[in-house]
């Protein structure tokens, strides 16, 4: 876990001890059941508010579609998925099979209106053993991510392209008034800001679904919060 670069005056144990607090007072969020059969890449929670997490992502890496134009964040997510599903099924230049895991992201770039083309990448999460070398594909490239934050706030069913708009104006709407309002920075002139939709069940599960918005987001207002 590194703790080191967010608040000099914390020791490493008490700043665990605060992750454990804040961890369990999370509460309204909840651990995909899905992960506990699958691979899922590992997140401290750093902060928690009513109705978000604050997430601290290591060091991970992913494979991801190029853009994906379309009016519809279902169509076009079904499209990156069949493509990145090919390729953990040993559709790569290794022609290895790698185990599925979770979350599928999308990360939407929105439109200027409801009927016009809004741009989408579409991401696996590259399991462990295969972070070190995730075999190269046509049409596909690995996304290398240093430490990441995001907020994240969930919510279940089945996203619908109407859903997941306004899931990301409830997030953005509950970090207003928290130590974590500067998150929205940026998006008060440009509220249609990019976004990411995690997604952790299967089509064909239809109970128990977990799915979230994330509001990705750098270390510099972390320190500002810790340093309060």
Known sequence: MATSNLNPTLSSSSFFLLLLLLSFA????VFPPTCERIECPSYNVIGVGKGFEIRQYPWTEWVSTAPIDDISFVGATRTGFLRLFDYIQGKNDYNETIEMTAPVLTEVSP???PFCTSSFTVSFY???KNQANPPPAEGLHVQRWGFKYAAVRQFGGFVSDESIGEEASALYT???GSIWAFVNEGRK???KSVYTVAQYNSPFEFS????EIWFMFDMQGVKHVYAN
């Open 189 to 191: 002139d440009d509220p």
């Open 208 to 211: 128990g679904r977990v799915n």
């Open 26 to 29: 999370a509460g309204g969020i």
């Open 111 to 113: 439109s200027d209106g």
């Open 174 to 176: 509950s970090l207003q």
């Open 126 to 128: 590259v399991p462990k």
